[in-house]
């Protein structure tokens, strides 16, 4: 489908799985950026103006500069070149990329250059290494082997706690929260104070990043493992990912 930047046809993207990919190489040539790529055996990496951005298939997210994008459909590969998801191109170059409700075409507005950067130690000098200690932590043990989303919406509930005047005031205290009764398992048993594998510590960076896959969910449960009765009669089902229900 076209593509328009500024109102002006500018490029082409690609349908897959509803998502609208692009190649970046016209927005690199409008900026004026040196745009170098490869792809082989399921991974790629691209360099655009210096900074490398890196992405294997079936990961779910991409990382550059030592910051992280979520990318469920991962990238495509059109004639030898990589495009990326909408969203993530948008994010890399700090531009709003939109497509149309039904996908028929993609407009972009053009500003100044805002090249998504971070750094070695851009999530240690930028937020709370205790929320990263923590939301790592109940991430890795509510999930596991869970999908990506499913590891991302844990740690948006206990977010969505935190901006709930329901629950308390702290990544902390949201997890180890009972004023009613525990609200996370793993808080009661010690599983939260496990070792995260790298997958759980890249979710909470995405959480960092502002990703959200369940909107406003405050719970969640794995109907093979807890009693569902409860969150079906009192709350409102809002999506299911992987072994969790999620409800608000």
């Given at each position: 489908?076209?593509?328009?930047?500024?109102?002006?046809?500018?490029?082409?993207?690609?349908?897959?799985?509803?998502?609208?990919f692009i190649q970046p190489q016209s927005l690199c040539a409008y900026y004026g950026l040196e745009?170098?790529?490869?792809?082989?055996?399921?991974?790629?990496?691209?360099?655009?103006?210096?900074?490398?951005?890196?992405?294997?298939?079936?990961?779910?997210?991409?990382?550059?500069?030592?910051?992280?994008?979520?990318?469920?459909?991962?990238?495509?590969?059109?004639?030898?070149?990589?495009?990326?998801?909408?969203?993530?191109?948008?994010?890399?170059?700090?531009?709003?990329?939109?497509?149309?409700?039904?996908?028929?075409?993609?407009?972009?507005?053009?500003?100044?250059?805002?090249?998504?950067?971070?750094?070695?130690?851009?999530?240690?000098?930028?937020?709370?290494?205790?929320?990263?200690?923590?939301?790592?932590?109940?991430?890795?043990?509510?999930?596991?082997?869970?999908?990506?989303?499913?590891?991302?919406?844990?740690?948006?509930?206990?977010?969505?706690?935190?901006?709930?005047?329901?629950?308390?005031?702290?990544?902390?205290?949201?997890?180890?929260?009972?004023?009613?009764?525990?609200?996370?398992?793993?808080?009661?048993?010690?599983?939260?104070?496990?070792?995260?594998?790298?997958?759980?510590?890249?979710?909470?960076?995405?959480?960092?990043?502002?990703?959200?896959?369940?909107?406003?969910?405050?719970?969640?449960?794995?109907?093979?493992?807890?009693?569902?009765?409860?969150?079906?009669?009192?709350?409102?089902?809002?999506?299911?990912?992987?072994?969790?229900?999620?409800?608000?």
């Open positions: 489908m076209p593509v328009y930047y500024d109102g002006l046809l500018s490029d082409r993207g690609y349908l897959y799985n509803d998502v609208i745009l170098t790529e490869k792809s082989e055996a399921g991974s790629a990496s691209l360099t655009i103006g210096g900074v490398e951005l890196t992405a294997s298939l079936g990961q779910g997210y991409m990382a550059m500069d030592g910051r992280y994008l979520y990318t469920p459909e991962d990238y495509i590969i059109v004639n030898g070149h990589v495009c990326l998801p909408c969203d993530a191109l948008g994010r890399i170059f700090g531009i709003s990329i939109v497509p149309a409700e039904d996908l028929s075409r993609v407009d972009g507005q053009l500003t100044s250059l805002r090249l998504l950067q971070g750094g070695e130690d851009y999530y240690a000098t930028h937020y709370p290494q205790e929320d990263l200690y923590w939301l790592s932590r109940i991430i890795y043990s509510e999930t596991k082997d869970q999908p990506m989303a499913g590891l991302i919406g844990v740690g948006n509930v206990v977010y969505n706690r935190l901006n709930s005047d329901d629950f308390p005031d702290t990544v902390f205290d949201v997890i180890f929260d009972r004023r009613h009764t525990v609200q996370f398992d793993p808080a009661a048993t010690g599983g939260v104070l496990g070792e995260p594998d790298e997958r759980s510590v890249i979710a909470a960076y995405l959480c960092f990043e502002g990703y959200n896959t369940v909107g406003e969910s405050l719970y969640f449960v794995n109907p093979d493992k807890g009693d569902s009765g409860w969150f079906e009669q009192a709350l409102e089902p809002v999506i299911s990912l992987g072994d969790h229900d999620f409800y608000k």
